[in-house]
């Protein structure tokens, strides 16, 4: 009931395209979704999050959309661009204080010029 | 505003030695997590600290503990090293641990022969 399912693992998408990540989530007690993305030998920057009051969240050409009866949200990449070539996490929080952020897998996206 | 500060970078140790892994987190935050990340069990909650207390433990043995001080500066400690502890340790913290996103560290490179 704790897992975050992310898929998939990987991803190659051409200069321009749009790059979609989907994650699913058990437990009903979370209450907030971040997306991280990572570069090789850094941390994961937080890059937009969600709570489940709105069914979509919007940042340049970055988009979240929840769907809370299904359990399941995913990130989209508009025009995506060889520098968005990273590791992308979803994440799942729970509402008491001190809980542990669960992650996704992780996918590796691969943007060609 | 400075970034969350993990030292050192990279570390190589024998098994059966301890180490000790630091973390400075962003100014004025006060929760502080700590992560390890590996290629087959991603990204796993160690254990989160609020005001000197921890706060939430996962799942790992004692062997992995921490601690944080009065300026929410934390370490975290692994002794009896074995082989399977190689992975990358992350640091995030956040305002309060609850409402506020989470910032990571770059993370300590730990390999233990």
């Known amino acids: 009931q704790q897992q975050v399912k992310q898929s998939p693992q990987s991803l190659i998408v051409q200069k321009g395209g749009i790059s979609i990540i989907n994650c699913a989530y058990e437990?009903?007690?979370?209450?907030?979704f971040p997306w991280y993305q990572q570069f090789p030998g850094k941390g994961p920057a937080l890059l937009i999050a969600?709570?489940?009051?709105?069914s979509e969240k919007k940042e340049g050409r970055f988009t979240i959309s929840f769907n809370k009866s299904a359990k399941q949200f995913s990130l989209h990449i508009m025009d995506s661009q060889p520098g968005d070539s990273a590791t992308y996490f979803c994440?799942?929080?729970?509402?008491?204080?001190?809980?542990?952020?669960?992650f996704g897998k992780g996918t590796t996206l691969s943007v060609s010029s | 505003k400075a970034g969350v500060t993990q030292t050192p970078r990279y570390l190589i140790k024998t098994r059966g030695q301890q180490v000790t892994l630091s973390c400075s987190p962003i100014?004025?935050?006060?929760?502080v997590s700590w992560y390890q990340q590996t290629p087959g069990q991603g990204l796993q909650f160690l254990f989160e600290?609020?005001?000197?207390?921890?706060?939430n433990k996962g799942n790992f043995p004692g062997r992995f503990s921490g601690r944080q001080f009065s300026n929410s500066r934390s370490e975290m400690n692994v002794s009896t090293l074995e082989l399977g502890d190689s992975a990358l340790y992350l640091c995030?913290?956040?305002?309060?641990?609850?409402?506020?996103?989470?910032?990571f560290g770059n993370g300590t490179r730990l390999t233990v022969t």
């Open positions: 995030a913290s956040s305002l309060d641990g609850l409402n506020s996103p989470l910032h």
């Open positions: 437990n009903t007690a979370f209450d907030y």
């Open positions: 969600i709570r489940p009051d709105v």
């Open positions: 994440a799942a929080l729970g509402n008491q204080a001190g809980t542990a952020l669960i």
């Open positions: 100014s004025g935050h006060r929760s």
């Open positions: 600290y609020f005001s000197e207390t921890q706060r």
